[in-house]
């Protein structure tokens, strides 16, 4: 019998108090490693975000730009012409297709349209009963879109886009903004 019993003394174990802080350490590293990544998927999240506005820029800059190359001139805006909200363009070809690149700010959101084959009386891409055009979503959720002639052989194209929620205040902020100077001759 005293046998069992130095047994059972020298059998150790852990204290109830030892396993509570281990257990409170491990919850402790357990919580900074989840708040540490979901921080990081919130940066990655952020800066995806800003590279897909970016992108998203830079793809309609480029459409306007491939559209002003296969222009023949460009009728407005002219020289010393305050900054206006759109573009209208002579196609080169031998139907001499007018075009114009307008921001339509009476609808929610805000968007660029390229409207070929608008008739040369047509002002500003807005349609007319006869004109017979294509209509082709260029930009969503446009901030600003204005058209500045530099020179002759120059014009300026400033975009804002915005994001599509709003905040708390019921703004929406301003998600990529960009300028460019692109060629683009009244008459060649």
Do not use: C
């Not at 897909?52 to 190359?69: A, C, G, P, V």
């Amino acid at each position: 019998m005293k046998q069992q019993v130095k047994l059972i003394q020298n059998n150790k174990g852990f204290t109830l108090s030892e396993i509570l802080a281990a257990v409170l350490i491990m919850s402790m590293m357990m919580i900074a490693i989840v708040s540490f990544v979901d921080y990081s998927s919130r940066i990655w999240r952020t800066g995806q975000e800003a590279v897909n506005n970016k992108n998203y820029s830079r793809l309609t800059f480029d459409l306007i730009s491939q559209e002003l190359m296969k222009t023949e001139k460009i009728d407005t805006p002219t020289l010393g012409e305050n900054p206006i909200n759109f573009i209208r363009l002579t196609t080169k070809n031998t139907t001499k297709i007018h075009s114009a690149i307008t921001l339509i700010d009476d609808i929610t959101p805000k968007k660029i349209f390229l409207y070929r084959g608008v008739s040369e009386t047509s002002a500003k891409g807005k349609k007319k009963s006869g004109d017979v055009y294509e209509e082709i979503l260029l930009a969503n959720n446009v901030a600003t879109f204005t058209v500045t002639r530099l020179s002759t052989s120059t014009v300026q194209i400033t975009l804002a886009i915005e994001s599509s929620e709003e905040d708390e205040d019921g703004n929406h902020d301003i998600i990529s903004s960009d300028t460019m100077i692109l060629y683009a001759p009244m008459i060649r």
